[in-house]
RNA sequence: GCGCGCUUAGCUCAGUUGGUAGAGCAUUCCCUUGACGUGGGAAGGGUCGUAGGUUCAAGUCCUACAGCGCGCACCA
């Protein structure tokens, strides 16, 4: 232990000069962070031998992307994750907690494409794929010692030497392991099907990735026009919001059963609409709502996810006619348009909705236009309007059978029965339901990325697209004119594997010799990433370890600010956790978040709440002062108390009321035990709070000092025992919520002798 | 459409397995140089969303309804 700061110029022990004046979280934060962490007990193969009999506690930290900096969210989940690994610690736990962060390909690249395009007006690919990899490698650097830095502040007992970065090398190695894998057991395919395009962020991004919002649109009711041969006007109407899309039509859908258009079922048109040749089959399809607009719905396979599959299930061809920049590629040009406002090719999607109502109204076609609600597909991270357009990318098969260990399943039943069996308990218990919901709802998932910030496909071509020419594996093939896969993989992909690959997997030496660490005992995180995180977590250790990633899920709800609005950039709402710990000390920020907020619940910031415990701080430190003041002439008493003695043989030097205060503290401290056990960190801190403040201080230490003036000898020695006892199980008990200053106050009572964080819990 | 959450003091929220309401902040009054960059004491303020039900007893369990928020699906 690093004594040096704990003296003076003269070698004296300098404490009970710091006892004297008012407690200062940041002279002291920073110098005893330095101290837990030369100790070395952040690592639990460092830690004393006491400290690993209750078996093993790991727990990862969910990676913070490295966008930019943490903000009070990221300070409330660092909050609880520290509190329940030094409660572990002090249970006598071997306790691992692995930090980490997330390199988040499309939010960071598309946060450093921005501030480029800002700064030098040039787009990616003016600076070329390396160049831009270079700019972003720069980018994490900085924001990955922010980061750090933040972490370190809160006073996070973590475990930096084996800090994990989601792009490493290590965890390269495992992405490329768990693809190899799953391709060959054919649970990762390359497919060509309608995915949702990001025109704004050029990428395919994943279902999970589309926010809705909910706009006014029009619906508009019209024909397609008069058949090319027989001039007769075809029948059927169709609705739709987007009839610029109508170029792209293949077939017009009705119910089976529906009366009016039962005749027409199996006829085929040609017609010509908004300057582009289309062929319409009427086909019957029981998914389609005869109540619904006109009864009959216009098949776009290649711009509607619901289109493609009716198409699949009837065998009708794909015409795309919208591209990249979601422009259209088909209809009018400025040569054979009728009239200028009726150019729809080279046209935005939403020029080009207008020119085709024009064209439609200048033909008598349109029969309605209403005003309707309806939701529009946006991309979370670039804002975007989603395009359907038809792609080839790779996928991941949550529905395809496969042996697992000898049985049958799916990825899908997988994720499923790790929750239904127990194997993995959520907390709050009723998000078990939401997530029973997605996984029933859930589609394969699309993990090709048209960015270059990731980890690349481990999939080489050579040219023509037969088999032989395709290499899956986990290094590259040997061999000449083998181009690897341009596309990276969505960043869940690797975050899946995190729980073992911080562990060493796939390296059997490495993971072997961690295995007593997996599954992990708990996953704290905010329940907003319970689809993205945890089910693919569950995912990919169910399938790749055959075991769960961790035993219990513990989810922490958002913090919003004073207007109940979410935290983000945009809004310019962040209150950067750093400026509170400054203004107020980490324990006081961490006490403040974590104070009645269950879990799963949302909560709002309040700086006055902050400063609360700013207050509640200042008010141990005098607590502190008192005791120490008023037991320093009993060295040998104190040292005595610290060195945990048993109460049952303090009993007899206690007088009858100071035994019923000891009682009545081993009370609370038995009650608060349990709720810990519980995660119900949000009552104990509220508890141990209130028992500082106004059982000790209020009560028993202004009667002290009446017993310190006039009591008896025995009364006075029987005090000092008591708020020794009291004290000193006190600041255990409130040391994994204020790690700070609890381990400050130890120390001054201890005279340095002894380090708070690797002291027993006791009940 | 399916599902979830919230509705408790002016504000922000607690309230473990049912036993006649709590905290912080705010407000008012009084006291205090004290271990306290203040602290202590006291006060005011709530038909616990509405209506039923179960029970000796309901903020707490059940049903219905309302308002707000959210997730998923649909979105022709």
């Known amino acids: 232990?690093?004594?040096?700061?704990?003296?003076?110029?003269?070698?004296?022990?300098?404490?009970?000069?710091?006892?004297?004046?008012?407690?200062?979280?940041?002279?002291?934060?920073?110098?005893?962070?330095?101290?837990?962490?030369?100790?070395?007990?952040?690592?639990?193969?460092?830690?004393?031998?006491?400290?690993?009999?209750?078996?093993?506690?790991?727990?990862?930290?969910?990676?913070?992307?490295?966008?930019?900096?943490?903000?009070?969210?990221?300070?409330?989940?660092?909050?609880?994750?520290?509190?329940?690994?030094?409660?572990?610690?002090?249970?006598?736990?071997?306790?691992?907690?692995?930090?980490?962060?997330?390199?988040?390909?499309?939010?960071?690249?598309?946060?450093?494409?921005?501030?480029?395009?800002?700064?030098?007006g040039k787009s990616r690919h003016d600076l070329g794929r390396d160049e831009l990899l270079r700019r972003i490698d720069a980018h994490v650097k900085t924001?990955?010692?922010?980061?750090?830095?933040?972490?370190?502040?809160?006073?996070?007992?973590?475990?930096?030497?084996?800090?994990?970065?989601?792009?490493?090398?290590?965890?390269?190695?495992?992405?490329?392991?768990?693809?190899?894998?799953?391709?060959?057991?054919?649970?990762?395919?390359?497919?060509?099907?309608?995915?949702?395009?990001d025109p704004k962020g050029q990428t395919t991004i994943s279902d999970d990735e589309i926010e809705y919002e909910t706009r006014k649109a029009k619906l508009y009711t019209f024909k397609y026009g008069k058949d090319a041969k027989t001039g007769e006007l075809i029948p059927i109407a169709i609705s739709t919001t987007r009839p610029e899309t109508k170029l792209g039509d293949t077939a017009i859908a009705v119910n089976p059963d529906d009366a009016r258009y039962k005749p027409f079922i199996s006829r085929e048109f040609d017609a010509v609409f908004a300057g582009e040749p289309i062929h319409l089959k009427i086909v019957a399809d029981p998914s389609v709502e005869p109540g619904f607009g006109t009864g009959a719905l216009g098949v776009t396979p290649a711009h509607s996810?619901?289109?493609?599959?009716?198409?699949?299930?009837?065998?009708?061809?794909?015409?795309?006619?919208?591209?990249?920049?979601?422009?259209?590629?088909?209809?009018?040009?400025?040569?054979?348009?009728?009239?200028?406002?009726?150019?729809?090719?080279?046209?935005?999607?939403?020029?080009?909705?207008?020119?085709?109502?024009?064209?439609?109204k200048a033909e008598g076609l349109l029969e309605k236009e209403?005003?309707?609600?309806?939701?529009?597909?946006?991309?979370?991270?670039?804002?975007?309007?989603?395009?359907?357009?038809?792609?080839?990318?790779?996928?991941?098969?949550?529905?395809?059978?496969?042996?697992?260990?000898?049985?049958?399943?799916?990825?899908?039943?997988?994720?499923?029965?790790?929750?239904?069996?127990?194997?993995?308990?959520?907390?709050?218990?009723?998000?078990?339901?939401?997530?029973?919901n997605w996984i029933d709802n859930l589609r394969d998932w699309c993990i090709s990325r048209q960015i270059w910030y990731g980890h690349r496909i481990p999939v080489w071509y050579r040219e023509g697209e037969a088999p032989e020419n395709i290499?899956?594996?986990?290094?590259?093939?040997?061999?000449?004119?083998?181009?690897?896969?341009?596309?990276?993989?969505?960043?869940?992909?690797?975050?899946?594997?995190?729980?073992?690959?911080?562990?060493?997997?796939?390296?059997?030496?490495?993971?072997?010799?961690?295995?007593?660490?997996?599954?992990?005992?708990?996953?704290?995180?905010?329940?907003d990433i319970l689809f993205f995180w945890v089910a693919r977590m569950i995912l990919m250790s169910e399938y790749l370890l055959g075991e769960a990633p961790f035993k219990t899920v513990y989810l922490h709800g958002l913090v919003r600010d004073t207007k109940n609005r979410k935290i983000s950039k945009s809004l310019g709402n962040n209150i950067d956790p750093l400026d509170m710990i400054v203004k107020y000390g980490a324990d006081a920020v961490r006490m403040s978040l974590v104070v009645g907020v269950g879990p799963g619940n949302d909560s709002k910031i309040d700086e006055a709440k902050i400063k609360a415990y700013k207050l509640f701080a200042n008010k141990l430190w005098n607590i502190g002062r008192f005791v120490f003041e008023n037991?320093?002439?009993?060295?040998?008493?104190?040292?005595?108390?610290?060195?945990?003695?048993?109460?049952?043989?303090?009993?007899?030097?206690?007088?009858?009321k100071d035994k019923e205060y000891a009682d009545r503290l081993d009370e609370l401290m038995a009650e608060i035990t349990g709720e810990m056990d519980e995660y119900k960190f949000y009552i104990v801190a509220e508890k141990l709070y209130h028992y500082a403040w106004h059982e000790l201080a209020d009560v028993i230490l202004e009667e002290s000092k009446g017993i310190f003036r006039d009591g008896s000898e025995i009364e006075k020695k029987s005090r000092r025992r008591l708020l020794l006892y009291i004290f000193d199980k006190l600041l255990r008990a409130l040391h994994p919520f204020m790690p700070y200053i609890t381990e400050e106050i130890y120390r001054a009572l201890t005279s340095g002798q002894k380090m708070l964080m690797v002291e027993e819990w006791v009940a």
């Open 1 to 120: 232990m690093d004594k040096e700061n704990d003296m003076d110029n003269n070698g004296k022990p300098n404490i009970p000069e710091r006892f004297l004046k008012p407690y200062d979280p940041a002279t002291t934060e920073d110098r005893v962070y330095e101290m837990w962490e030369k100790s070395g007990y952040f690592n639990p193969d460092k830690l004393p031998e006491r400290n690993g009999k209750g078996g093993p506690f790991s727990m990862v930290l969910p990676p913070p992307n490295v966008t930019g900096q943490l903000h009070l969210g990221s300070a409330l989940m660092l909050a609880i994750e520290d509190i329940m690994a030094r409660y572990a610690r002090m249970k006598g736990k071997k306790t691992l907690w692995i930090p980490g962060t997330d390199h988040a390909a499309i939010a960071t690249q598309a946060v450093v494409e921005k501030e480029i395009q800002k700064k030098e």
């Open 143 to 197: 924001t990955h010692d922010v980061i750090v830095s933040q972490i370190r502040k809160l006073g996070c007992s973590i475990d930096w030497s084996r800090e994990a970065f989601t792009l490493d090398d290590k965890r390269n190695l495992a992405v490329r392991t768990a693809f190899k894998r799953m391709y060959d057991d054919g649970l990762i395919y390359r497919g060509f099907r309608v995915v949702n395009w």
């Open 305 to 360: 996810m619901i289109d493609w599959e009716m198409a699949q299930r009837h065998g009708l061809p794909l015409k795309q006619v919208i591209g990249e920049y979601a422009r259209m590629t088909a209809g009018f040009d400025e040569h054979s348009a009728p009239a200028p406002a009726f150019v729809v090719k080279g046209k935005k999607v939403a020029e080009a909705r207008e020119a085709v109502v024009a064209w439609l």
């Open 370 to 436: 209403e005003e309707i609600e309806h939701n529009i597909a946006l991309a979370q991270r670039t804002g975007g309007v989603i395009e359907p357009l038809p792609k080839l990318q790779w996928f991941v098969a949550v529905n395809k059978e496969f042996d697992h260990n000898g049985q049958k399943t799916t990825l899908k039943k997988l994720m499923k029965e790790a929750v239904s069996s127990g194997a993995v308990k959520i907390i709050p218990e009723r998000f078990e339901k939401v997530y029973f």
């Open 471 to 527: 290499f899956i594996g986990i290094d590259a093939p040997e061999g000449d004119g083998w181009m690897q896969d341009d596309d990276t993989l969505d960043t869940w992909f690797s975050s899946g594997l995190w729980t073992f690959s911080t562990l060493g997997w796939p390296d059997e030496k490495e993971f072997k010799a961690n295995k007593e660490y997996h599954p992990t005992t708990m996953l704290e995180t905010g329940w």
């Open 631 to 656: 037991t320093g002439d009993g060295e040998d008493l104190r040292s005595a108390i610290f060195d945990l003695r048993p109460k049952s043989s303090m009993d007899s030097e206690f007088t009858k």
